[in-house]
């Protein structure tokens, strides 16, 4: 089991920035990647950003390239998302997600969300 725990979110105006963070605990020596997820208001879950713990990131939407980075602490298990030039199409709750073993084998830890907020 892995344990998954995100702070960081908030209010910030437009164009402001904030960092995430998602720290792991439990059995983190089996983590493959970590990833973050974001869900607006009346719309699907959308993958926004993961890296695996050996290397290798992945960004989607194009619309995150360029503003959002996604980093990694392996000796605190601990994942963030820097969000800078921030827009109110950003504003959803973020999750952090885990994926376990020696591959992609889908995201099976969730954490329980932060919300981040972007006034105009």
């Known amino acids: 089991q892995v344990q998954l725990v995100e702070s960081g979110g908030g209010l910030v105006q437009a164009g402001g920035s904030l960092r995430l963070s998602c720290a792991a605990s439990?059995?983190?020596?089996?983590?493959?990647?970590m990833g973050w997820f974001r869900q607006a208001p009346g719309k699907e879950r959308e993958f926004v950003a993961a890296?695996?713990?050996?290397?290798?990131?992945?960004y989607k939407p194009d619309s995150v390239k360029g503003r959002f980075t996604i980093s990694r602490d392996n000796a605190k298990n601990t994942v963030y998302l820097q969000m800078n030039s921030l827009k109110p199409e950003d504003t959803a709750v973020y999750y952090c997600?885990?994926?376990?073993?020696?591959?992609?084998?889908?995201?099976?830890?969730w954490g329980q969300g932060t919300q981040v907020t972007v006034s105009s």
């Open positions: 997600a885990a994926e376990q073993g020696a591959g992609p084998s889908g995201y099976a830890y």
């Open positions: 890296i695996k713990w050996s290397g290798g990131i992945t």
């Open positions: 439990g059995r983190t020596f089996s983590i493959y990647s």
